[in-house]
């Protein structure tokens, strides 16, 4: 079993509607984020949390919210989806030992018309 | 500003080529360096990684990348690729003090026979 899921892998949506994008892991680490991958540009952070009570905002956070149920569950809203948030989104979890090393989910390709 | 470069968005070569990609990183505190590697229609998967020591880091599938801290690079290389080493490939580095990391906008590696 993959130690990072998601779900759904693929959503297409209307501007307008809430989307909720889930992941959870089963590596036992503290550390989780959510990133937005676009052609060209690389991957982006838009939340981080590094423990159940401390959730960080990366550097594209608007438009989007989080929600850390459990240590193995990191939620990503989007509260009222736009075009322009089609992307394909990735949850990453990391331990501080070892260098932080992020191992991430298989991704979720939202489509938003 | 805090950044990695990938210069090339594409690297054409031969199967049993050798191949460099080149990444470079704008930091004025001590980072820990990542190569990672997205198959088609796959998440994220750890090639190697720099924490501290040797520059020289061997990975997984033949690769290894070179830490140069007077030219601010962390460049790719394997000495002999094959077609299954087609896929895109990202850079990035974590300030040791932050636990983020930063992706270069990625490499797309064509291997043609």
């Known amino acids: 079993d993959a130690d990072v899921t998601q779900t759904p892998r693929n959503r297409i949506t209307k501007t307008g509607k809430r989307i909720m994008l889930e992941c959870s892991q089963t590596?036992?680490?503290?550390?989780m984020y959510w990133y937005r991958q676009d052609p060209g540009l690389g991957l982006r952070l838009i939340y981080y949390?590094?423990?159940?009570?401390?959730?960080n905002k990366g550097e594209i956070s608007d438009g989007y919210s989080v929600s850390r149920q459990a240590q193995a569950k990191f939620s990503l809203s989007l509260e009222s989806a736009i075009p322009n948030q089609t992307a394909l989104y990735f949850c990453a979890t990391s331990d501080p030992a070892g260098g932080d090393t992020q191992y991430f989910g298989p991704g979720t390709r939202l489509t938003v018309l | 500003a805090q950044s990695v470069t990938q210069l090339d968005s594409q690297v054409p070569v031969f199967e049993e080529a050798p191949v460099e990609l080149r990444c470079n990183y704008s930091?004025?505190?001590?980072?820990?360096l990542f190569w990672y590697v997205q198959y088609p229609n796959q998440g994220l998967q750890l090639l190697l990684k720099?924490?501290?020591?040797?520059?020289l880091v061997k990975g997984i599938n033949g690769f290894e990348a070179e830490f140069n801290k007077s030219q601010t690079s962390f460049h790719l290389r394997k000495p002999s690729v094959h077609i299954s080493d087609t896929a895109e490939y990202f850079c990035?580095?974590?300030?040791?003090?932050?636990?983020?990391?930063?992706f270069g906008t990625g490499t797309r590696l064509l291997v043609s026979p």
């Open positions: 990035a580095y974590m300030n040791t003090g932050f636990q983020k990391l930063v």
């Open positions: 949390s590094f423990d159940v009570k401390d959730i």
């Open positions: 930091s004025s505190v001590s980072v820990y």
């Open positions: 720099y924490l501290s020591g040797s520059t």
């Open positions: 590596k036992g680490h503290d550390r």
